[in-house]
């Protein structure tokens, strides 16, 4: 860490994987946790996402708690499926909510935790997205 911030780099800490299905986007993921000897926690987004005003982002903030908490690598899988692009026409009120909490925390973030999410779906992940992570790593 002082070698990269003796260069005026910082650890690349919030990480952006997309690809289709069966490409190591996991596999990625476990094999960072090993090399850093962090455990891997997987973020259950269905687990997170509920359907009741305000729940979801208490759930959330809850995440981001541990994640500043408890040094580990934080996978956050599927995550489309709380990154989708505020501007669709599907979208609800709690999504959108939910979402802007994510970019907040996310942003905010400055723990000694990996965050690592993965989608299929980068078309529909909303444009704000892009510039909170250092890195998008695109698998074939």
């Known amino acids: 860490m002082a070698k990269l911030k003796n260069h005026g780099l910082s650890p690349r800490r919030k990480v952006l994987l997309v690809g289709p299905p069966g490409t190591g986007k ?5 094999v960072l ?3 850093l000897d962090y455990p891997l926690f997987q973020v259950r987004l269905d687990g997170v996402i509920t359907k009741y005003l305000g729940e979801s982002s ?13 040094r580990g690598v934080y996978f956050f899988d599927e995550f489309d499926a ?7 026409g599907n979208d609800v009120g709690e999504a959108r909510r ?3 909490s994510f ?8 723990s000694n935790s990996l965050i690592i999410c ?3 779906h980068i078309e529909i992940l909303d444009h704000a997205l892009f510039r909170r ?4 790593i695109k698998y074939e």
């Open 26 to 30: 996991t596999y990625t993921a476990s």
């Open 98 to 100: 939910l979402l802007n």
């Open 103 to 110: 970019l907040q925390m996310i942003e905010q973030d400055e």
């Open 33 to 35: 946790a090993g090399e």
């Open 133 to 136: 992570f250092d890195d998008v």
């Open 118 to 120: 993965a989608t299929n």
């Open 58 to 70: 208490a759930k959330l903030r809850q995440v981001f708690d541990a994640i500043r908490e408890v």
């Open 82 to 88: 709380l990154g989708s692009n505020r501007s669709a």
